[in-house]
């Protein structure tokens, strides 16, 4: 139903759908958002409840309850004789206005590149569903309520014995605290180091995203640490004056090295001297291709390394959960900071996790998925090399990327550029430098460099984008 209403009012329009929900609803939204962008201007007096109940055909209390809404909310103010008016509304600025809305169709993706994403195809739904069921089944009624700060205690106690069964860690439940993800466990993990003196930490350079904008939102000072063959360069290390060190050792993101067994002992060395800590991201060092994994610096100075690990990778985004091991010395500070930031991680997951990891099906998942992406990086070798030529992919031996070595004086920015309008994604190794707020100089340049994420791109998608990619780069360097 359409009215206009002009009598005793302003002039505006009301329409009503029957069929689309209360119309008290209807009503009072489109009154609101009226008086929002001025079409009814204020002072201006509205119907009385009852005529304007005649002209909607509804009833008077329908409409007595849509203005005393909008009084209590403060978009109309009445007074004995003289009705209710619209009241004047705050001097904020141009009203704003719904963006019109224009249908882009965009190119098709030939092929998605993107770091860090697992193959979301072969998330075991079946097995979490299980999970699920078991853990709302059998988990006690005492433990629905809030969580015990550090997490579920049954969780702590089945990652911790993971990690020291697969990762030869030796971390025990007491270390562990339970957390919604990677990046939450580390900014309470930094927040914890600038409590006990720690002012300054150090990145690998190139290293993963926006590390530097948390620890800088901590209240650190990030400073980057060069990357080569042999991982983060530890005599370069000691000369940023830092006492802490965030570093990915078991598949360097985003070169793909593994930290050398002399730098790990020169690393736990450097932590020693300086009274220093070692954040171990932990993030896809089950996925090794040659041989067995390497094993988690947690293992090697238990009493100077913070482990974080989450299953982002290893089984979705989705699940949120992760975990920190700490030395004793920093337990209850993380567990202060997590407390006084969040009620915690959902419960029913912790122990639909802690029943998925014990009962075999994690392990089995990872098994499974591991044939899944050497067959993924098998491909991607063998076309890049057909497409490149050999010795420019690094970094195979494990995780879901590679780093592919563009010819030199090529510009990755184009390449990048390039290949997206033909339906690719990519990020070029400068996506993955950072340059200190107060650096007198640009960094020095690196070798251009692609990133090739290829845990969730199926092979033909690895066929096809790389094919792209080297015309994107012929493309580049065409005189």
């Known amino acids: 139903m359409t009215v206009d209403w002009a009598r005793g009012g302003p002039d505006f329009l009301v329409t009503l759908d029957r069929g689309a929900g209360p119309l008290r609803t209807q009503i009072q939204d489109q009154l609101r958002a009226a008086i929002r962008d001025r079409r009814l201007g204020a002072g201006e007096r509205l119907p009385s409840t009852r005529h304007l109940a005649e002209l909607l055909g509804v009833s008077r209390g329908t409409i007595v309850d849509v203005y005393e809404q909008l009084l209590a909310e403060g978009y109309v103010e009445?007074?004995?004789?003289?009705?209710t008016r619209v009241a004047t509304m705050p001097a904020d600025g141009p009203v704003r206005q719904a963006p019109s809305v224009v249908k882009a169709w965009p190119r098709p993706v030939e092929a998605d590149f993107e770091y860090g994403i697992p193959d979301l195809g072969s998330v075991p739904l079946t097995d979490w569903s299980w999970a699920v069921s078991e853990a709302t089944r059998t988990l006690p009624t005492a433990?629905?309520?809030?969580?015990?700060?550090?997490?579920?205690?049954?969780?702590?106690?089945?990652?911790?014995?993971?990690?020291?069964?697969?990762?030869?860690?030796?971390?025990?439940?007491?270390?562990?605290?339970?957390?919604?993800?990677?990046?939450?466990?580390?900014?309470?993990?930094?927040?914890?180091?600038?409590?006990?003196?720690?002012?300054?930490?150090?990145?690998e350079d190139p290293g993963p995203r926006e590390h530097d904008v948390i620890a800088r939102r901590a209240g650190l000072d990030a400073v980057p640490v060069p990357v080569d063959d042999h991982g983060l360069d530890v005599s370069r290390l000691r000369d940023t004056g830092a006492?802490?060190?965030?570093?990915?050792?078991?598949?360097?993101?985003?070169?793909?090295?593994?930290?050398?067994?002399?730098r790990r002992r020169e690393?736990?060395?450097?932590?020693?001297?300086?009274?220093?800590?070692?954040?171990?991201?932990?993030?896809d060092a089950e996925f090794r291709y040659d041989r067995q994994p390497v094993g988690s610096l947690q293992g090697l100075g238990p009493a100077r390394v913070i482990a974080l690990g989450s299953v982002s990778k290893t089984l979705t985004p989705a699940i949120r959960l992760g975990w920190v091991l700490a030395p004793p010395r920093f337990v209850a500070g993380i567990v202060e900071e997590k407390r006084l930031s969040c009620r915690g991680a959902p419960g029913l997951d912790q122990e639909a996790l802690a029943l998925l990891m014990e009962t075999g099906r994690f392990d089995r998942h990872l098994r499974r998925v591991r044939e899944i992406y050497r067959a993924r990086r098998d491909v991607l070798a063998a076309e890049a090399?057909?497409?490149?030529?050999?010795?420019?992919?690094?970094?195979?031996?494990?995780?879901?990327h590679a780093l592919l070595r563009l010819p030199e004086g090529t510009s990755e920015d184009a390449v990048v550029a390039t290949a997206a309008t033909m339906g690719v994604r990519v990020n070029g190794l400068g996506n993955y430098r950072f340059v200190p707020a107060d650096a007198q100089t640009e960094p020095d340049p690196l070798p251009p460099a692609l990133v090739l994420g290829f845990g969730n791109v199926s092979e033909h998608q690895i066929s096809r984008g790389i094919r792209i990619l080297a015309h994107a780069v012929r493309h580049q360097t065409a005189p």
């Open 78 to 83: 009445s007074a004995v004789g003289s009705g």
């Open 143 to 203: 433990e629905l309520g809030d969580e015990d700060p550090a997490g579920s205690r049954h969780l702590r106690e089945v990652v911790t014995a993971y990690h020291r069964r697969v990762r030869s860690g030796c971390a025990v439940a007491d270390d562990t605290i339970i957390v919604s993800g990677f990046r939450q466990g580390l900014a309470f993990a930094l927040a914890t180091l600038a409590q006990h003196g720690i002012r300054r930490i150090a990145l």
């Open 243 to 262: 006492r802490a060190v965030l570093l990915t050792p078991a598949h360097q993101c985003p070169t793909g090295v593994a930290l050398g067994p002399s």
């Open 267 to 283: 690393l736990v060395a450097w932590a020693d001297e300086v009274d220093g800590v070692i954040l171990e991201d932990d993030y």
């Open 385 to 400: 090399e057909l497409a490149f030529g050999p010795g420019r992919l690094h970094g195979l031996a494990a995780g879901c």
